[in-house]
């Protein structure tokens, strides 16, 4: 059987910023000896809403590792995208505003068109900016994700777009689980925040499953987005400034279309922070949230 992780191109490996995506760019680097061919690269599409330790954890992959990683923003413009860095990234939101002003109305885990234009549209607009026509994309998908690796299959076999999903750590031969991720980065650490023993690749990500990569993602729970307000005072700020600027200004947006949440507004769910009592260790809600949750928007978004 074959080394799942030895891709050959043209193949854009699509980094998320997680630790899931990094974990696989790890084996495929490792796969080539340390040095990918020419014509697989390694791209990161940044919203301006990624956490800054998730902004850190993709430079330093790519310090660490001696490895170019392309990180893309979407643009307003025929051009789609612009190719940016570490310094230079967005960090207060401005593709995503952009795209909000020109769309006229707000995503939610219904309409989730702020994957499929910040983050999709942009790597695919970079490939033909190379002069490919097909590609493989090369993502994060787990063994342990069956339905969204089975959704990718699906995917593939109707052969709508330009590019072929591949999913190295889906693989028969790799098999590679949540649980093989976490060991890899986290060691003998229980809580990536609160470390007891030395991390084994002397770095992370440094961020818990809940907080995600986009910092109140309205794909969290209504319980981890209450906790991420309880504990970050003002990052509510800007997702409820979009929710009345979309309310007050905009003709295009039907009532779902005014909010991220359609059962709340962020303002409302700020109100329940500031008003109802803490209690420690509580999320409300579902507790599990994997931090990949780009990468896996992503991979739906272009199914």
């Known amino acids: 059987m074959s080394n799942p992780y030895l891709i050959t191109g043209p193949a854009l490996i699509s980094f998320s910023g997680g630790r899931t995506s990094a974990y696989m760019l790890h084996e495929i680097l490792r796969a080539h ?58 960090r207060n939101g401005e593709p995503f505003r952009a795209l909000i002003d020109k769309k006229g109305y707000l995503p939610n885990a219904v309409t989730r068109f702020c994957t499929s234009e910040l983050k999709v549209r942009p790597m695919k607009k970079y490939c ?12 994060g998908l787990r063994y342990d994700e069956g339905h969204r690796v089975l959704k990718q299959l699906a995917s593939n076999e109707a052969k709508k777009e330009r ?24 060691g003998k650490n229980a809580d990536p925040i609160n470390l007891t023993a030395p991390l084994p690749q002397g770095f992370d990500l440094g961020l818990r499953d809940y907080e995600g990569n986009c910092d109140l993602c309205m794909l969290k729970s209504r319980g981890a987005l209450k906790r991420l307000m309880r504990d970050n005072p003002g990052i509510a700020d800007w997702w409820k400034d979009r929710e009345a600027s979309i309310t007050m200004k905009s003709k295009r947006a039907t009532p779902a279309g005014k909010r991220f949440v359609t059962e709340y507004s962020y303002a409302d769910l700020e109100r329940e922070v500031t008003t109802q009592p803490y209690v420690p260790g509580l999320l409300l809600d579902d507790e599990e949230y994997d931090v990949e949750c780009g990468l896996h928007c992503a991979a739906e978004a272009a199914a």
């Open 33 to 90: 000896d340390g040095k990918l061919p020419d014509d697989v690269i390694v791209a990161f599409a940044n919203t301006g809403k990624e956490r800054e330790e998730t902004l850190r954890f993709v430079h330093e992959c790519g310090s660490r590792w001696n490895v170019k990683i392309h990180w893309l923003e979407y643009r307003a413009d025929e051009v789609g995208f612009e190719l940016v860095g570490f310094n230079s990234a967005s």
């Open 128 to 139: 033909l900016s190379l002069g490919w026509m097909h590609w493989k994309n090369v993502i």
């Open 163 to 186: 590019w072929l999903s591949v999913m190295p750590l889906a693989s028969a031969k790799a098999k590679a689980t949540k649980r093989d991720v976490m060991s890899f980065w986290l």
